[in-house]
């Protein structure tokens, strides 16, 4: 790694890596044959693709029917390259201003949401320059961050107040950086002054994905490779569990909301069993990383 793409020390990082974690065979891991393979990656990205030509023509229609058709084109892509998808916990809520807060563990985490609870994304600059997945992350709205540039971070916190001020929703994976699912990170405090600025609720939710390791997106994994490993999977079942919100007025400041909603979220995981990878949550280099998110 060069001195100019070296990350900034204060951003967060996670001892997750692709051999470490995602080739982790876990205790049922079976493939499928690379002519399903080929098959699923083809028709998940013409999914994706048919998403991105047909967006503009549902610009024009109400909210609620473009949220709806966000969650039916979602469930697609995602049944496409093979995942399937289930819902559990609380009824999802149809409407009004959410802050939407879930721990992160693969890119596949961002169409698991919106098939669920479809809202504005938080996500790193660098998705944007992502073929395919950028120009449907643009599309959909996403409040894109430079974690180079932490000074610009409160322009985005108020540019998230503003879009639930005015009753929307707002997805943010707090972790700032992907985890295998085995282990997990601290929940980064700056998106929750969205929700104590305009009196949103949080509503934490939990993903977990069944193998986890080929669903896993960690350290220095390419897209490429995390997009084979995926089709090439006999099955993944991923599971979101939707927790009872969190009310913002309940907190003095976003420091204690951010624990809340991390401690609801780590008390759902103490709920599953997985088999670590990880002997202890140490200190790795930053580029162990592979989506990061300032506090």
Same mark, same amino acid.
């Given at each position: 790694?060069?001195?100019?793409?070296?990350?900034?020390?204060?951003?967060?990082?996670?001892?997750?890596?692709?051999?470490?974690?995602?080739?982790?065979?876990?205790? #049922?891991?079976?493939?499928?044959?690379? +002519?399903?393979?080929?098959?699923?990656? !083809?028709?998940?990205?013409?999914?994706?693709?048919?998403?991105?030509?047909? $967006?503009?023509?549902?610009?024009?229609?109400?909210?609620?029917?473009?949220?709806?058709?966000?969650? %039916?084109?979602?469930?697609?892509?995602?049944?496409?390259?093979?995942?399937?998808? /289930?819902?559990?916990? #609380?009824?999802?809520?149809? $409407?009004?201003?959410?802050?939407?807060?879930?721990?992160?563990? =693969?890119? %596949? @985490?961002? *169409?698991?949401?919106?098939? +669920?609870?479809?809202?504005?994304? %938080?996500?790193?600059?660098?998705?944007?320059?992502? *073929?395919?997945?950028?120009?449907? $992350?643009?599309?959909?709205?996403?409040?894109? +961050?430079?974690?180079? /540039?932490?000074?610009?971070?409160? &322009?985005?916190?108020?540019?998230?107040?503003? !879009?639930?001020?005015?009753?929307?929703? +707002?997805?943010?994976? *707090?972790?700032?950086?992907?985890?295998?699912?085995?282990?997990?990170?601290?929940?980064?405090? &700056?998106?929750?002054? #969205? &929700?104590?600025?305009?009196?949103?609720?949080?509503?934490?939710?939990?993903?977990?994905?069944? *193998?986890?390791?080929?669903?896993?997106?960690?350290?220095?994994?390419?897209?490429?490779?995390?997009?084979?490993?995926?089709?090439?999977?006999?099955?993944?079942?991923?599971?979101?569990?939707?927790? @009872?919100?969190?009310?913002?007025?309940?907190?003095?400041?976003?420091?204690?909301?951010? %624990?809340?909603?991390?401690?609801?979220?780590?008390?759902?995981? #103490?709920?599953?069993?997985? =088999? =670590?990878?990880?002997?202890?949550?140490?200190?790795?280099?930053?580029?162990?990383? =592979?989506?990061?998110?300032?506090?």
């Amino acid at each position: 790694m060069t001195a100019s793409t070296a990350p900034s020390p204060w951003l967060p990082t996670a001892p997750c890596t692709p051999g470490r974690c995602a080739a982790h065979p876990g205790p #049922a891991a079976p493939r499928a044959g690379a +002519v399903q393979g080929v098959l699923r990656l !083809a028709a998940g990205l013409a999914a994706v693709l048919a998403g991105v030509l047909l $967006a503009p023509l549902a610009a024009p229609l109400p909210a609620g029917r473009r949220l709806l058709l966000v969650r %039916l084109w979602c469930r697609v892509v995602l049944r496409a390259f093979g995942v399937r998808v /289930r819902v559990t916990g #609380a009824h999802a809520p149809a $409407a009004g201003p959410l802050l939407v807060v879930a721990n992160h563990v =693969s890119w %596949l @985490d961002i *169409p698991l949401v919106a098939a +669920v609870l479809p809202g504005r994304t %938080l996500a790193k600059r660098e998705v944007r320059g992502w *073929p395919v997945l950028g120009p449907v $992350a643009a599309l959909g709205g996403t409040f894109f +961050v430079d974690r180079d /540039r932490i000074r610009n971070l409160p &322009a985005t916190v108020e540019a998230m107040t503003r !879009a639930l001020a005015a009753g929307g929703r +707002v997805v943010v994976f *707090p972790e700032g950086s992907t985890w295998c699912g085995r282990a997990g990170g601290v929940f980064r405090r &700056a998106a929750f002054q #969205a &929700a104590l600025d305009s009196g949103s609720d949080v509503q934490p939710v939990r993903i977990d994905y069944r *193998p986890v390791g080929p669903a896993a997106f960690v350290g220095e994994d390419t897209l490429g490779a995390s997009l084979w490993r995926i089709a090439t999977a006999r099955r993944i079942e991923a599971e979101i569990r939707i927790l @009872d919100p969190i009310s913002s007025m309940r907190y003095p400041d976003r420091r204690a909301l951010a %624990l809340a909603a991390q401690s609801t979220v780590a008390r759902e995981s #103490a709920n599953r069993s997985f =088999s =670590s990878v990880h002997q202890c949550e140490s200190v790795k280099p930053a580029s162990a990383s =592979s989506a990061r998110t300032p506090s």
